[in-house]
């Protein structure tokens, strides 16, 4: 993954409107398909899908952010609409893809794109300890038979979609997985330690979720402080290592709830 180059979310929403428009023996729902990995008719492809709309609605905000009065800004208030319209098409998505979307709009894409403010790249070992985290998480839901099975699918799912995000972070860049695996530990939080468990068992949990917030952290740091962070980081996680016990015991001693009049 080249993470190391800056960009807009304008950048990889043209990247991604470009790949759908590059195959041009297709029809609109089959190019976004190929593009996204899955089709429409499944979980993951309309996720993905939304991951696309989600960079829409970011190029939306950068471009209401523009100063007011100014020809860049009124000519992306105009040519939003077009850019929605590639994502979210409104005609038949069996038109052939060549009707997605005009050069014009596309070239004011890409011209707006620069001007929007950018995303910092990951830092050299931070998505590396992410899919790390990720792993052990997993093998940590295999072998904690309290979680219930629609709760197991829940968490698998959300975790699932941040490694593919992960995967193609070239396409999106590092925001969504900022986004959505802070969304996973929300799940974690609310779903794991809430769950009765042993001690021991528990006591994984919470070295796992604070690995993965750790990991979280890391991520958000400017590349040029990477290797300080990265340090930083691995003495944090062993000091959550060494709180855990502690910290464990906080769940697992929460008085029950007195019985209902």
């Known amino acids: 993954m080249d993470m190391h180059n800056e960009k807009s979310p304008g950048h990889y929403l043209h990247g991604l409107i470009s790949d759908a428009r590059s195959r041009s023996n297709l029809s ?4 976004w398909e190929k593009t996204l990995g899955a089709g429409f008719d499944t979980y993951d ?6 991951e ?28 939003v609409p077009a850019w929605y319209r590639a994502v979210v098409y409104q005609g038949n998505w069996d038109a052939p893809v060549g009707n997605l979307i ?33 792993d052990g998480i997993f093998e940590l839901i ?8 629609t709760q197991r699918a829940e968490i698998i799912t959300q975790l699932k979609h941040v490694q593919w995000l992960i ?11 900022q986004r959505e695996s802070e969304r996973a530990a929300g799940k974690i939080t609310r779903t794991v330690f809430t769950q009765p468990m042993p001690g021991q068992r528990r006591k994984a949990w919470v070295k796992r979720w604070g690995g993965l917030l750790l990991a979280l952290t890391l991520l958000q740091q400017g590349s040029e402080q ?9 003495q ?24 209902a009049d």
């Open 167 to 177: 995967e193609n972070a070239d396409m999106f860049g590092v925001g969504p997985i």
């Open 142 to 149: 295999d072998a904690t038979p309290e979680l219930a099975e």
């Open 102 to 134: 005009n050069n014009t709009a596309m070239d004011l894409l890409g011209a707006t794109a620069d001007l929007l403010e950018v995303r910092a790249p990951a830092p050299a070992g931070s998505l590396e300890l992410l899919v790390a985290e990720l």
């Open 45 to 50: 492809g309309v996720a993905r899908h939304q």
């Open 226 to 234: 990477s290797a300080a962070v990265l340090e930083n980081t691995h």
């Open 52 to 79: 696309v709309v989600n960079l829409v609605q970011e190029v939306c905000k950068g471009v209401e952010a523009l100063p007011r009065g100014s020809a860049a800004r009124d000519r992306g208030m105009r040519y």
């Open 28 to 31: 609109i729902s089959d190019a």
């Open 236 to 259: 944090a996680l062993g000091t959550v290592i060494e709180m855990a016990e502690d910290v464990s015991s906080i769940f697992s001693d929460v008085p029950a709830l007195p019985p």
